[in-house]
Nanobody
Framework: QVQLVESGGGLVQAGGSLRLSCAAS????????MGWFRQAPGKEREFVAR????????NYADSVRGRFTISRDNAKNTVSLQMNSLKPEDTAVYYC???????????????????WGQGTQVTVSS
């Protein structure tokens, strides 16, 4: 079955950078919109970024816009999240997600995504 696997998380000081990657196994996900979400303990899963199936459109949460960049390489079935100028409030488990609907309306909602990775921990120290 199709699986998403995140990697690249770790510990970084405030102001530093990390690059997260998401690799898909199984069938190609080139027809899927892809998103990144994050969840801190005791908090709801939060939208971070999204990219359409073609890569033509990207969307970002206000909290990360200008600092994070989402990209995809459909030939390699990978999606990345470049995170710069990290802040302690960015600390969370980051999840890669795929949506077959590529919705321009609901991309910020977890329920719009039908496939999720296992998550990778990002910790930003002050």
């Amino acid at each position: 079955q199709v699986q998403l696997v995140e990697s690249g998380g770790g510990l970084v000081q405030a102001g530093g950078s990390l690059r997260l990657s998401c690799a898909a196994s199984g069938r190609t996900f080139s027809n899927y919109a892809m998103g990144w979400f994050r969840q801190a303990p005791g908090k709801e899963r939060e939208f971070v970024a999204r990219i359409t199936w073609s890569g033509a459109v990207t969307n970002y949460a206000d909290s990360v816009r200008g600092r994070f960049t989402i990209s995809r390489d459909n030939a390699k079935n990978t999606v990345s999240l470049q995170m710069n100028s990290l802040k302690p409030e960015d600390t969370a488990v980051y999840y890669c997600a795929a949506s077959q609907w590529d919705s321009g309306t609901y991309y910020g909602r977890p329920v719009a995504y039908n496939l999720w990775g296992q998550g990778t921990q990002v910790t930003v120290s002050s």
